[in-house]
T-cell receptor, first 112, second 114 residues
């Protein structure tokens, strides 16, 4: 049973437009959420995170929104650039757990 | 520069052979992890270690073994008991006890069983 879900396996967006990647979780004990970006044949790199005490965190073109009541978070990329084309993983962590739980990933393609 | 080094990047193995994947970090992190990536399944935790000489099974530990004799090293052995070992393997580290800390990943090792 997946505790972290990313229901869209892929997403295509035109360059300059907004990309919205979604993530849902089932475990209410999760209190810290992260987004990772991964290029083929490379390890994931950390992008942005949010604590459960916040509902928004912004870093440049990247903003993560958290809706705790819906157990839903989203990553917004504005404006999207071709270099943003990658697989994006949502991950969750609990202070009571020992590890990070990852979603299956969403492949973003930004078209020039 | 600080980071995590995984080797080899590509590895081929015959069925029935054990193989060991290397992971070394110079970030002075206490915690280290091994994940496996399969298409459409995200990253699944194999083993993790919070401190030297101690490690715990993750969600898919069967057919794998690890050791943590040194803080900077966390090798993973894929044994012949692993039913479907062909995958992309990722090593990561984090600051122990810092639940809000991020994971730092190596570049991965792709294992193919022939």
């Amino acid at each position: 049973d997946q505790q972290v879900k990313q229901n869209s396996p892929s997403l295509s967006v035109q360059e300059g437009r907004i990309s919205i990647l979604n993530c849902d979780y089932t475990n209410s004990m999760f209190d810290y959420f992260l987004w990772y970006k991964k290029y083929p044949a490379e390890g994931p790199t950390f992008l942005i995170s949010i604590s459960s005490i916040k509902d928004k965190n912004e870093d440049g073109r990247f903003t993560v929104f958290l809706n705790k009541s819906a157990k839903h978070l989203s990553l917004h990329i504005v404006p999207s650039q071709p270099g943003d084309s990658a697989v994006y993983f949502c991950a969750a962590h609990s202070n009571y757990g020992q590890n990070f739980v990852f979603g299956p990933g969403t492949r973003l393609s930004v078209l020039p | 520069d600080g980071g995590i080094t995984q080797s080899p990047k590509y590895l081929f193995r015959k069925e029935g052979q054990n193989v060991t994947l290397s992971c070394e970090q110079n970030l002075n992190h206490d915690a280290m992890y091994w994940y496996r990536q399969d298409p459409g399944q995200g990253l699944r935790l194999i083993y993790y270690s919070q401190i030297v000489n101690d490690f715990q099974k993750g969600d898919i530990a069967e057919g794998y073994s690890v050791s943590r004799e040194k803080k900077e090293s966390f090798p993973l052995t894929v044994t012949s008991a692993q039913k479907n070992p062909t995958a992309f393997y990722l090593c990561a580290s984090s600051i122990r006890g810092r639940a809000t800390g991020e994971l730092f990943f190596g570049e991965g090792s792709r294992l193919t069983v022939l």
